[in-house]
């Protein structure tokens, strides 16, 4: 560990101290965060090569569950099972794999910071250090693996456009990243809390798991964005629907046809990510009580 991560200012509090200001507050916050970039490299690599350390198909587990849902859904719609409208724009299957990708993200990078500070409670309670930075290096794990199933679902792109002659990709494709950052910062925001949560209750962990599964089938992932009332309406107020929709829109059709429900999106988004990155700080002296 170098001196850059190792020597962290020591802070003291004392009676009738003068308050700071919350602009100087989040200076500090966002200084030492990066300050801490060194460690916070050194855990997401430890923890990405601990992960497939010893398995037998190594980085093809990040893209294999993508494939077996894609499979799955297309062979039950296929056989009616599923009585689900043909996305526009876009093959079913590529839907439902490009749904995933974006879906993985969320879910896989909640789940993974909202059990960073339980894994390391050994690390914690040794070494001080910015407790946040188990979250973004939990978070850079499932950024790597994002990335692997993009590889993935360009290639399928190109493999439908040299077999039918194109998929319909419109050039605001560029644009689908900008809508990937608040849906990143929605899930950092909340692993803050669930973190916490999940250091103090072990039952935090199981609890969310259920919800996401439950959660999955309110998301546009294995069928195409709502069009009608209510369900539109649903669609809005969930930020993760909103922006998973808004990447589809921006890949298929070239622009926002509910512009205003992605800005609702993006600003919970900034909000939770703030509110939930404030309330760890807080919470961060109690950290290694708990773990």
């Not at 993974?112 to 050994?122: C, D, H, K, R």
């Not at 692993?191 to 969310?208: E, I, P, Q, W, Y």
């Not at 294995?222 to 990447?247: E, H, M, Q």
Request: glycine letters at 6%; charged letters at 15%.
């Amino acid at each position: 560990m170098s001196e850059r991560t190792a020597s962290l200012r020591e802070v003291v509090y004392e009676p009738g101290q003068a308050r700071r200001s919350a602009m100087d507050i989040w200076g500090e916050i966002f200084s030492e965060a990066w300050r801490a970039r060194e460690l916070t490299w050194r855990l997401f690599v430890r923890d990405l090569s601990a992960r497939y350390r010893q398995s037998v198909l190594g980085y093809a587990w990040a893209i294999a569950p993508a494939i077996a849902t894609t499979v799955l859904f297309v062979y039950l719609k296929s056989e009616s099972f599923l009585l689900i409208r043909d996305p526009e724009g876009m093959p079913y299957p590529l839907y439902v794999l490009f749904g995933m990708t974006i879906w993985q993200l969320f879910t896989g990078g909640l789940t993974q910071t909202t059990q960073s500070l339980a894994n390391a409670g050994n690390l914690i309670g040794k070494i001080n250090f910015p407790r946040e930075a188990l979250i973004f290096s939990a978070t850079g794990g499932v950024l790597f693996e994002f990335l692997l199933r993009v590889v993935l679902v360009a290639g399928v792109f190109i493999w439908y456009a040299s077999r039918t002659g194109g998929v319909g990709l419109c050039w605001t494709v560029v644009f689908v990243p900008l809508l990937l950052i608040p849906l990143l910062l929605l899930t950092i925001g909340l692993g803050f809390v669930f973190s916490l949560l999940h250091a103090v209750v072990r039952d935090t962990a199981t609890a969310l798991t259920m919800a996401l599964s439950l959660a999955f089938f309110l998301v546009p992932v294995i069928y195409p964005p709502p069009r009608f009332w209510p369900k539109v309406l649903v669609n809005d107020l969930n930020p993760v629907s909103a922006l998973l929709t808004g990447c589809y829109e921006l890949t298929v059709k070239g622009a926002l046809e509910r512009p205003l429900s992605v800005v609702m999106a993006t600003v919970f988004a900034l909000l939770v990510f703030f509110v939930g990155w404030r309330i760890f700080r807080l919470a961060q002296p109690l950290i290694a009580e708990r773990v």
